[in-house]
């Protein structure tokens, strides 16, 4: 069967390629003299800075040279980069959601810079700003090709300043050089630029991007050449303690009291390319609370990890497998159990170590170490995490990668039984990326080690996509075997065989309101192997999906889908209590069509819609999912999610009405001070939930929180859990 996986991974070396695409270049020059970091520009040695300008328009079309043209310039000394940028505009009505740092960009004007310092076209450090001197930093991995290799949870010391003017604002900005990993003596980094631009209704770039490739990927990127080699820059150590109160009051547990936590983190530089983070009885109470989803499935919902210890340099941990079925490490895993009655609960992490990043110009290395408490009342022990990742770049923009995961209890306790003693996990993927990003793809075998399990513990997985400007088609194959585990990774189910394949043709409008169109065919198919392969799962959707010149976006989606329960896939939807599980050893049949609109973000209102109908184990559903948001500029923003499910299933089972809504408001007085509130309803998980935060950043970096959680039981409105959290942090360079 494994060999079935083996012609893909031909594939993939065969269309491998070694050089970079032609590109723009800038001089960036060396300077002795001071600079003021006040989005003025007056310093006379910027009328001698080289410019990177001549953007090209990326949306709505992009093969003309942008309408609202930038500039930007850039200069450099022993210490910092500095940025000068002027952006030209229609107006002065620009759109923005706020004024707090690490906005996010799509909705609203503002400029990105992407810097690839390594020159391989996989990591990228991100800065960004908008015509209010904002600021937003993140990191681009994984070749920039998706979502998943793209966080604004990074943070690091910078500063900058804009000033608006009637057709144009000025931003100016400093960016120390130990924000970045470069080799020292370097010449060059790759670069690019991308601006949001919501009054010309354009985006644009400085590299000319096709619009079927993202923005912010790395292909297309061009090249800052320095007057005289970087030194070695050694980023001081940073040591970031924390002090946090609380008072609470947790009802389900029979738990009230008052405490004191105090701890913090370290970063050490190694170098100029890695990083060691340490962490002392880490605290995430500041951290935003999960969006709660509505879930009528039999599986575990992935939610995104927010913790900043975890996001450095975290896809050289968690890129690893298939993200969905197979991915042998996800960070949420460590510090949260479950308890005697199956509830996810904190597991406190007791302190860890991350050394993280580049050994040379091709080889990246990871070791993450973390060790978490016992809790001996929820039978839950006492676990050391680790993880060795290793990423060896091949050809242009390719890579291998070999991991080692091991979590084991040390110490023997009556409630562990032998086979959970440990869970290791070694593997090996190969990830391809072609110099021009048409072509892309994934091959890894990985295999778990387990007390007394010696057969059918492989993970195994090859895909295959092709992006063109017609055409984007894929084919996606994955292995579970029936005992393979990962007890830090996300492993949605096991003994599977998994084909899914997507062919979507795209249409390209020269005029008019529409600005693409294109119809897709996506069969995904699953075998059981320990069942003779019998398909057990099978959903066969077709859809016709448009996007508007206005930026909003249509989509028209009909499924045909069969679930068959096996005896091991007890389930019931509605999660009613009481309600009878739906019969198993038997298949269902789910059709239905789907209608997804969403609104021109730009604007201050803006909403989306997405209304669905079809069968649903031998009953009917009928769904509506939606959201509307709403800027009052500069000061608030607000938005609300919501979906309702009306389920109708054949006696004696349970039917039900599901609801999920979700308001939140976030104001922002000023840059460094901040309050949000959100409010999730949710009548499947029994749960009214309250969560308010108060930040005021006082330093850089630097935080005053008030956190104020309460949550309720929906049936009886009857007080489930409630805190308070006063938190301090502050960072601290020595």
């Known amino acids: 069967m494994l060999q079935k996986l083996f012609p893909p991974l031909l594939l993939l070396l065969a269309f491998n390629t070694h050089s970079q695409i032609p590109n723009k270049s800038l001089l960036v020059k060396y300077i002795n003299e001071p600079m003021v970091t006040d989005g003025l520009l007056d310093e006379p040695v910027w009328q001698t800075a080289e410019s990177a300008n001549e953007f090209w328009e990326y949306f709505p079309s992009d093969d003309i040279q942008a309408r609202e043209q930038t500039e930007i310039k850039m200069l450099y000394d022993d210490k910092n980069l500095y940025i000068g940028i002027r952006v030209n505009a229609a107006g002065t009505k620009y759109s923005i959601e706020s004024l707090k740092r690490d906005f996010r960009a799509g909705n609203a004007d503002n400029i990105t810079l992407l810097f690839d310092t390594f020159n391989d076209g996989t990591n990228a450090f991100l800065f960004g700003t908008n015509p209010y001197g904002v600021l937003r930093e993140g990191l681009v991995s994984g070749g920039g090709l998706d979502l998943r290799g793209f966080t604004i949870s990074w ?10 003017y009637d057709d144009h604002y000025i931003a100016e900005l400093t960016i120390p050089l130990t924000s970045f990993k470069f080799e020292e003596g370097t010449t060059k980094w790759r670069f690019n630029s991308y601006r949001f631009d919501t009054q010309s209704n354009e ?51 029979v738990l009230t009291g008052n405490g004191l936590k105090v701890g913090g983190d370290a970063k050490i530089s190694i170098g100029n390319s890695m990083n060691l983070d340490i962490t002392v009885n880490p605290d995430f109470s500041q951290v935003e609370v999960d969006d709660q989803v509505t879930n009528l499935t039999r599986f575990e919902v992935s939610l995104p990890e927010k913790r900043q210890f ?25 510090g949260i159990a479950v308890d005697t009655a199956d509830n996810s609960i904190e597991n406190r992490i007791i302190g860890g170590l991350r050394l993280s990043g580049k050994l040379n110009k091709d080889l990246r290395v990871g070791l993450l170490n973390i060790q978490t408490a016992s809790d001996v009342l929820n039978k839950i022990p006492s676990n050391n995490n680790t993880m060795l990742a290793i990423q060896q770049k091949v050809f242009s923009r390719s890579n291998v990668s070999l991991f080692f995961i091991n979590k084991q209890s040390f110490k023997d306790y009556d409630f562990v039984d032998d086979l959970d003693k440990y869970n290791r996990v070694l593997g090996v993927d190969y990830n391809l990326v072609s110099k021009d ?22 993970s195994a997985g090859a895909f295959l996509g092709f992006n063109s400007r017609k055409y984007n088609i894929f084919s996606d194959w994955v292995y ?20 899914a394949t997507q062919v979507e043709r795209i249409f390209w409008s020269s005029n008019g309101v529409l600005n693409s169109h294109g119809f897709k065919f996506f069969p995904i198919i699953i075998w059981r192997p320990e069942l003779n392969f019998k398909i057990s799962d099978y959903n066969i959707m077709t859809g016709w999906q448009a996007k508007f010149n206005d930026q909003s976006e249509l989509q028209i989606e009909m499924a045909n889908e069969y679930v068959y329960l096996v005896a091991t896939d007890e389930f019931e939807p509605t999660g009613e209590d009481g309600a009878l599980l739906l019969p198993t050893e038997q298949g269902y049949y789910n059709n239905g069509v789907t209608l997804d609109y969403r609104s021109d973000r730009r604007k201050v209102f803006s909403y989306g819609l997405k209304p669905s109908l079809g069968t649903f184990y031998n009953g009917r559903k009928f769904s509506t999912e ?29 039917s039900a009405d599901i609801w999920l809504i979700s308001p939140k408001v976030e104001i922002t007085f000023s840059k460094t001070l901040y309050w949000s509130t959100l409010i999730q309803y949710s009548n499947q998980r029994d749960n009214l939930g309250f969560n308010s935060r108060l930040q005021w950043r006082f330093a850089p970096l630097s935080d005053l929180f008030l956190v104020y959680n309460d949550n309720y039981f929906v049936d009886l409105f009857s007080p489930r ?5 006063l938190k301090l942090t502050y960072w601290l360079n020595i």
């Open 310 to 334: 975890f996001i450095d340099n975290s896809d050289l941990f968690s890129s690893f497998g298939g993200s969905r079925d197979a991915n042998p490490f996800f960070s949420r895993r460590i």
């Open 155 to 164: 943070d690091v010391k910078w500063k900058g300043e804009a000033k608006m």
């Open 480 to 499: 579970v075997g029936e005992n393979f585990r990962s007890d830090l990774g996300f492993i949605r189910r096991n003994d599977i065989l998994k084909v």
């Open 437 to 458: 990003n048409i072509w892309n793809g994934k091959y890894y075998l990985h295999k778990s080690f387990q007390p007394e399990i010696k057969n059918k513990d492989l």
């Open 203 to 253: 985006t644009s770039t400085w590299m000319n991007i096709p619009q079927n490739q993202n923005v912010f990927g790395l292909t297309f990127m061009g090249d800052m050449i320095f007057e005289k080699p970087l030194g070695k820059s050694r980023t001081p150590m940073a040591l970031i303690p924390y002090i946090n109160a609380i008072t609470e009051n947790d009802r389900e547990a």
């Open 626 to 654: 939606g959201m509307m948001t709403m800027r009052v500029q500069p000061i608030a923003f607000i938005s609300m999610l919501f979906g309702y499910d009306h389920i109708k299933l054949p006696e004696p089972y349970a």
């Open 721 to 725: 859990y409630r805190s308070i959290n």
